[in-house]
Nanobody, 121 residues
């Protein structure tokens, strides 16, 4: 069983910063990519940033230059440094991992439980 556990959400004023963390644990053979999605009230879940193993990061246009995604050297954790936050960044942020649980299983998508980020004065 694979679990993704997130932390780091909260309430911040416009222009402030937050850092989200997510660690994958359990039966993991290989992680293909890890990333972050978000879902605001009344909107569809959208990709925020993705970092494939051994690949280049990708960001949605609205966060480019403000958010930075990174992973630890072991590769099981992903971070999202969010700077210059705006009210429109308010959403539930979900950690995402695409991984092979065993050497013989196909890639599967896993999600964290979500962490609330609220940007408000």
């Amino acid at each position: 069983q694979v679990q993704l556990v997130e932390s780091g959400g909260g309430l911040v004023q416009p222009g402030g910063s937050l850092r989200l963390s997510c660690t994958a644990s359990g039966s993991i053979f290989n992680i293909n990519s890890m990333g972050w999605y978000r879902q605001a009230p009344g909107k569809q879940r959208e990709l925020v940033a993705m970092l494939p193993s051994g690949g280049n990061s990708d960001y949605t246009d609205s966060v480019k230059g403000r958010f930075t995604i990174s992973r630890d050297t072991a590769g099981n954790s992903v971070y999202l440094q969010m700077n210059t936050l705006k009210p429109e960044d308010t959403a539930v942020y979900y950690c995402n991992a695409i991984l092979n649980p065993t050497s013989t299983s196909p890639s599967r998508v896993y999600w964290g439980q979500g962490t609330q980020v609220t940007v408000s004065s």
